[in-house]
């Protein structure tokens, strides 16, 4: 027979693992074996120990009043390149906005008749002729005005997001980068 727990075996010829071997072996002779007799099972954190077990789960009350869990991170660098995509983005939202609020507010000044009060007013005040700046209050150069201003915001606003990352960075490396404590509720 190939098997070694047959009838006529003792304890000691049994197939296990080496930590209860060694075991058994300490509790028959009274002594503890030697180091190179150890063999598994004798190491901090062995299963022979318990560390296999899983942890005593805690009652729900011991975790509400532990709290929420923190955690500090430093932010120490921030990517030029992506700081310069997202404030060209950003930007370009600005300037689209800046567009079309032009257009609503020329349309709305123009619905209540505002152009035409002060262009009547100025040919009151200039002998009847219209005054030579009223032509610049048109709706399509109003337009173009707006355009021009969206596209200088858009320049200057993605050139002070990257110029602002890269100064980032460069007292971060002096002084350690920002600090943020993060909580988990």
Request: hydrophobic share 45%; charged share 20%; proline share 5%.
């Amino acid at each position: 027979m190939t098997s070694s727990t047959s009838k006529g075996t003792s304890p000691d010829e049994t197939s296990s693992l080496p930590a209860f071997q060694e075991k058994g072996k300490a509790d028959r002779t009274g002594s503890a074996p030697s180091p190179s007799e150890a063999g598994l099972g004798r190491g901090k954190g062995s299963a022979g120990k318990g560390a296999s077990r899983s942890p005593v789960k805690k009652p729900a009350g011991d975790a509400e009043r532990r709290g929420p869990r923190r955690v500090r991170l430093t932010l120490a660098r921030i990517d030029p390149f992506s700081v310069m995509k997202l404030s060209f983005l950003v930007a370009l939202a600005i300037g689209l906005a800046t567009v079309v609020a032009v257009v609503l507010l020329w349309n709305l000044v123009d619905a209540i008749g505002l152009w035409a009060q002060i262009d009547q007013l100025g040919k009151d005040l200039n002998g009847g002729d219209a005054l030579p700046f009223m032509d610049f209050f048109s709706f399509s150069k109003f337009v173009s005005y707006g355009t021009v201003v969206a596209v200088v915001n858009v320049v200057i606003i993605t050139a002070l997001g990257t110029l602002l990352a890269f100064l980032y960075n460069l007292v971060a490396a002096l002084l350690g980068g920002l600090k943020f404590t993060f909580t988990d509720d």
